[in-house]
């Protein structure tokens, strides 16, 4: 009867409507449609009557793959990516409606409401950059790193019950090895400022859109001026500038890769030793100007991160923490699209010491005993923070679906004050830096270990051995 039938349509449904992206769904058809798509011309007609009909019945006016075959198209076609489709209609279409309308279809297997990743909520303190002294004991002559607690606490920071030790132990790590320029670690946030002077250097370039015809897809790939990443929000150039940003993304890459050594401003983990020598950054763009983007520019994001080289995937983004209960809610049976794309990404060999890609996600700041998710996948790394005294901080999420934990920072308040000294410190645009405290903070320390880790391989097992 019709509540079987109900029932049955309900089963395609990935997820729930709650923080979707308006006007936008997304599908996952049968073998024969996808290829029937594929040959189609036309975005708005797919050339498939039973979603011809049901395509002008929702109003969509555009079909288009979510994942990119210009790129690696065999190998996605072989994982079935090739499978998912984004459809696009009116911001005023009755969302739930419409998903309803084309999970009844039997060439749709899934439909997945586009859910909005949750945006940045910690503030930046910026402070001043001092001139450039270097303190004796120091291995590197960067003004900042003396204020960068979270590599190497020695307990004097102004944080009550601060604790020697509660760090990542970076200056030991810096003696083997400071990072590699051919390892390349993707920062999946807002826009990473790749002007800025601390970051530059280590910014990853796509020669062949640097070098070639502004406006114009010079290497072929799908994406237009991609010359230091995407932006996946707005479809096109990095930004960095636009109202409600908050530097977030140039934080998390200045604490992944900041240049050491170089005489300015703060060090990064894996920022090598001023010689040319630290890891490399791409930026993946989901968040612009206070707005997230849907799961399904996200996932691209993703994938492009594969498709270019990235061996360390970080995020400091996710969904709310219990929003998704456990992992067969995550992976719904099947997969979601983002479980596709993080999978696409762990299985894409991009450096020869590493059988696939390290995936690193912030838990979350709910303070709750449970990581968000994507964070909480059994298939990732999560990190809960820790403070200058070694101890969770207020806002961590911990407990199940966390792995690790890490420098995030904390403030405090002394009466009418509130000190910021315990927060994380890193790069901020335009040349600036600051402080920021969270999960978000916590993750990139891990994202830079891994990526110190992999360059530290590379002296291991890319040395002649001995007769």
Request: charged share 20%; net charge negative; glycine share 10%.
């Given at each position: 009867?019709?509540?079987?039938?109900e029932?049955?349509?309900?089963?395609?449904?990935?997820?729930?409507?709650?923080?979707?992206?308006?006007?936008e769904?997304i599908?996952?058809?049968?073998?024969?449609t996808?290829?029937?798509l594929?040959?189609?011309?036309v975005?708005?007609?797919?050339?498939?009557?039973?979603l011809?009909a049901?395509i002008?019945e929702i109003?969509?006016?555009?079909?288009?793959?979510?994942?990119?075959?210009?790129?690696?198209?065999?190998?996605?076609?072989?994982l079935?990516?090739h499978?998912?489709?984004t459809?696009?209609?009116s911001e005023?279409a009755?969302l739930?409606?419409a998903?309803?309308?084309l999970?009844?279809v039997d060439v749709?297997?899934?439909?997945q409401?586009s859910t909005?990743?949750k945006?940045p909520?910690?503030q930046?303190i910026?402070?001043?950059?001092p001139?450039?002294?270097?303190?004796?004991?120091?291995?590197?002559?960067d003004?900042m790193?003396?204020?960068?607690?979270?590599?190497?606490?020695d307990?004097?920071?102004?944080y009550?019950?601060?604790?020697?030790?509660a760090?990542?132990?970076?200056?030991?790590?810096?003696?083997?090895?400071?990072?590699?320029?051919?390892?390349?670690?993707a920062?999946?946030?807002?826009?990473?400022c790749?002007e800025?002077?601390d970051?530059?250097?280590?910014?990853?370039?796509?020669e062949?859109?640097a070098?070639g015809e502004?406006g114009?897809?010079?290497d072929?790939?799908?994406?237009?001026?991609?010359?230091?990443g995407?932006?996946?929000?707005?479809k096109?150039?990095i930004?960095?500038t636009r109202s409600?940003?908050s530097?977030?993304?140039?934080?998390?890459?200045?604490?992944v890769?900041a240049?050491?050594?170089?005489?300015?401003?703060?060090?990064g983990v894996?920022g090598g030793?001023?010689?040319g020598?630290?890891?490399?950054?791409?930026?993946?763009?989901?968040i612009?100007g206070?707005t997230?983007a849907?799961?399904s520019a996200t996932?691209a994001?993703?994938?492009y991160?594969?498709?270019?080289?990235?061996?360390?995937?970080q995020n400091?983004w996710g969904?709310?923490?219990?929003?998704?209960s456990?992992d067969q809610?995550f992976?719904?049976?099947?997969?979601s699209?983002?479980?596709?794309a993080?999978?696409?990404?762990?299985?894409?060999?991009?450096?020869p010491?590493?059988?696939?890609?390290?995936?690193?996600?912030?838990?979350?700041?709910d303070?709750?005993?449970?990581?968000?998710y994507?964070?909480?996948?059994?298939?990732?790394?999560?990190?809960?923070?820790?403070a200058?005294?070694?101890?969770?901080?207020?806002?961590?999420?911990?407990d199940r679906?966390?792995?690790?934990s890490?420098?995030?920072?904390?403030?405090?308040?002394?009466?009418?004050s509130?000190?910021?000294?315990?927060?994380?410190?890193?790069?901020l645009p335009n040349?600036?830096?600051?402080r920021?405290?969270?999960t978000?903070?916590?993750?990139?320390?891990?994202?830079g270990?891994a990526?110190?880790?992999?360059?530290?391989a590379?002296?291991?097992?890319?040395?002649p051995?001995p007769?």
């Open positions: 009867g019709s509540t079987s039938i029932a049955a349509v309900m089963r395609k449904f990935v997820n729930t409507p709650e923080k979707a992206v308006q006007g769904l599908i996952y058809v049968d073998d024969d996808a290829a029937q594929e040959a189609s011309e975005a708005t007609r797919s050339g498939v009557m039973a011809d049901v002008a109003g969509a006016d555009n079909i288009a793959p979510v994942f990119n075959l210009k790129v690696n198209a065999d190998r996605k076609r072989e079935g990516m499978r998912w489709y459809v696009t209609m005023n009755d739930e409606a998903a309803k309308t999970a009844s749709v297997k899934r439909v409401f909005r990743v945006t909520k910690e930046a910026e402070i001043d950059a001139v450039a002294t270097r303190a004796e004991n120091l291995p590197f002559n003004p790193l003396n204020q960068q607690w979270h590599y190497n606490n307990g004097t920071v102004d009550p019950g601060a604790k020697a030790g760090d990542i132990n970076l200056f030991s790590a810096w003696e083997l090895t400071t990072g590699r320029p051919d390892v390349i670690v920062v999946v946030d807002e826009g990473v790749y800025h002077q970051l530059k250097p280590n910014m990853w370039i796509n062949a859109e070098n502004e114009k897809d010079d072929g790939n799908g994406y237009v001026d991609d010359i230091h995407y932006n996946f929000v707005n096109g150039r930004t960095w409600g940003d530097g977030h993304g140039t934080h998390v890459a200045g604490t890769a240049v050491n050594n170089n005489g300015i401003g703060v060090a894996a030793s001023g010689n020598d630290g890891v490399r950054l791409i930026s993946c763009q989901i612009s206070g997230a849907g799961v996932a994001a993703i994938e991160a594969a498709d270019n080289g990235a061996c360390v995937l400091s969904f709310e923490a219990g929003a998704i456990n809610g992976e719904n049976g099947s997969t699209v983002e479980a596709e993080l999978l696409y990404f762990m299985n894409t060999k991009n450096h010491n590493l059988d696939g890609g390290i995936v690193i996600f912030a838990a979350g700041n303070g709750k005993a449970v990581a968000g994507p964070a909480a996948w059994n298939k990732l790394i999560a990190v809960s923070a820790i200058p005294d070694g101890l969770p901080t207020y806002y961590t999420c911990y679906g966390c792995n690790v890490a420098p995030g920072g904390e403030y405090y308040t002394r009466g009418a509130t000190i910021d000294y315990g927060c994380v410190v890193s790069t040349n600036k830096y600051a920021m405290q969270g978000s903070m916590a993750c990139p320390h891990v994202s270990i990526a110190l880790a992999i360059s530290y590379c002296l291991l097992y890319t040395s051995s007769r």
